[in-house]
């Protein structure tokens, strides 16, 4: 099976996801070396992020869904430390990072899956008579 090529709306989602999505990776690396916290919390933040990359590679709508529910363990995250500290700037690029990476990755598998379903063929009703 070949792959179709990405048009339109999905493709500028495209973009916007790796876009996001390397932003909130990189926000997520500048706050735990501005913390040094222990190696397991390092894990359990970044882990979660790469574990879908390799379905996001191949272009299975799979593995947008579940990102899109683990980037709001990232929004839960970002809004507490965003009451803790409004003026800190590092979590205010997370919460935009985070919430351009919801919101393209969930039109992304709308539009996409609208291109990868094969043409419905028309045909007319047969006429009861």
């Known amino acids: ?54 379905g996001m590679l191949r272009d299975r709508l799979r593995s947008f869904i579940w990102l899109c529910f683990v980037s709001l363990l990232y929004f839960i995250t970002l809004v507490e430390r965003l009451f803790a500290t409004p003026q800190a700037v590092l979590p205010w690029l997370g919460m935009v990072a985070v919430v351009t990476l919801f919101c393209s990755a969930m039109f992304y598998v709308r539009w996409r899956a609208r291109e990868l379903q094969p043409p419905e063929t028309t045909t007319e009703p047969e006429s009861p008579i």
């Open 1 to 54: 099976m070949t792959a179709i090529a990405r048009i339109g709306p999905s493709r500028w989602a495209w973009w916007l996801i790796w876009l996001s999505w390397g932003l909130l990776l990189a926000q997520q690396v500048l706050d735990l070396f501005e913390f040094q916290p222990p190696w397991i919390i390092w894990l359990g933040k970044l882990l979660p992020l790469l574990l879908f990359l390799p």
